[in-house]
């Protein structure tokens, strides 16, 4: 057998080929259609694009652990906010690994699993997932970097039931 027909990777690069093949949106403009900035969790059920129906070029979507507002994201959000975005909307989801996990059991688990050292890292654990969604939407709305005519709003998705709901609303 190949080793062809068991990558997953060598599957998505022809999968991307299929894509190319019938792809008719070469003029897409940079600046995204709506404004609007997503920022979610890298989680693989946690996809924006599927579950809010997003084609490409609609908005800009940014993914993390936990979809936490990071010094890195604000750095990105300097970029999308040049690009004329006004909205953004912060997505916690349930059954998240952030929510299960402490500092110290991803410390104790990357030391034991991988032989890494990652005491240093803050991975932004929490415990309330509501409560998780409010500071994120806080931290963006009293942040330096964002601009105070930008409208934050956050909400929960739920990896079960495919919902999304609102938790701060603009
Ligand atoms: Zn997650």
Redesign the pocket.
């Known amino acids: 057998m190949p080793p062809d027909s068991t990558d997953p990777v060598a599957s998505f690069v022809r999968a991307n080929e299929a894509y190319a093949g019938k792809f008719a949106k070469g003029d897409l403009a940079m600046r995204s259609k709506t404004g609007v900035t997503i920022l979610t ?3 693989s059920r ?1 996809d924006p694009a599927y579950f809010l129906g997003l084609p490409e070029g609609e908005a800009y979507i940014f993914r993390n ?3 936490r507002v990071t010094d890195d994201f604000l750095r990105l959000f300097f970029i999308t906010q040049m690009l004329g975005s006004r909205r953004v909307m912060v997505i ?2 349930t ?5 299960r996990f402490s500092n110290q059991v991803i410390h104790d688990r990357t030391r034991n699993e991988l032989g890494l050292d990652s005491s240093g890292t803050d991975f932004l654990p929490y415990t309330d997932l509501d409560q998780s969604v409010r500071d994120d939407v806080a931290r963006l709305r009293s942040s330096p970097s964002v601009r105070k005519d930008v409208l934050v709003s956050g909400y929960v998705y739920d990896v079960k039931s495919g919902r999304m709901t609102e938790v701060t609303s603009p």
């Open positions: 969790c890298g989680d946690v652990a936990g979809g916690h989801h059954d998240c690994g952030l929510n």
